[in-house]
């Protein structure tokens, strides 16, 4: 299996422009994550989706920020207009239903940094 | 007060050392706990999942969950340089769906 596979892997980008970061989840896994992670807040959930749909964006720090999941295998986290506190390693993780938590399996991650 | 606390570190270690990972959580609510690892640059990797209190033992690695203290922690026998990297402690309900991590904290093995 090829695991969730990010792109881009690094996004140097200016204030104000629209940034785009993409996700394929793992064939089969059901469920589908975007996490953040900066040194001063750590890890933090943006949002899940379960079968495509979106099940909790209560962790979206504003409505620049917006995602979607057109398919089970594609999903994207758009930033419009981009901040310099935007910049951060992204993360998007999948996970397949399980009688029990399941397993979170992350991509390598989408170092964003917003000059 | 962030949800759950992890000391960064760094910690650092010999060769062959046991070492005792630690990190504390407020939310009463929390029934899935888990330890990821993360090398540099790389994705966290599951490590640990326990639900509820108790301990689980993997090889060289044993995590506990003492719910009444709200207390979690991963214990590494036998440290090796390999085992170099953050361990990120995390809480959460919903079957897991809305895990909490800790700030993670950095360990280093010395040959």
């Known amino acids: 299996d090829a695991g969730v596979i990010q792109s881009p892997r690094h996004e140097v980008t200016e204030m104000g422009q629209e940034v785009t970061l993409r996700c394929k989840p793992i064939?089969?896994?059901?469920?589908l994550f975007w996490y953040r992670q900066t040194m001063m807040r750590g890890l933090e959930l943006l949002i899940y989706f379960n079968n495509n749909v979106p099940i909790d964006d209560s962790g979206m720090p504003e409505d620049r920020f917006s995602a979607k999941m057109p398919n089970a295998s594609f999903s994207t986290l758009k930033i419009q207009p981009s901040e310099p506190r935007d910049s951060a390693v992204y993360f998007c993780?999948?996970?397949?239903?399980?009688?029990?938590?399941?397993?979170?399996?992350f991509g390598e991650g989408s170092r964003l940094t917003v000059l | 007060q962030k949800e759950v606390e992890q000391d960064p570190g760094p910690l650092s270690v010999p060769e062959g050392a046991i070492v005792s990972l630690n990190c504390t959580y407020s939310n009463s609510a929390f029934q899935y706990f888990m330890w990821y690892r993360q090398y540099s640059r790389k994705g966290p990797e599951l490590l640990m999942y326990t639900y509820s209190s108790g301990n689980k033992e993997d090889g060289r690695f044993t995590a506990q969950v003492d719910k009444s203290s709200k207390y979690i922690s991963l214990f590494i026998r036998d440290s090796q340089p390999s085992d170099s990297a953050t361990y990120l402690c995390?809480?959460?309900?919903?079957?897991?769906?809305?895990?909490?991590f800790g700030a993670g904290t950095i360990l280093r093995v010395k040959s």
């Open positions: 993780a999948s996970k397949r239903t399980s009688r029990d938590t399941g397993e979170l399996f």
């Open positions: 995390a809480g959460g309900m919903e079957y897991g769906n809305k895990l909490v």
């Open positions: 064939s089969g896994h059901d469920y």
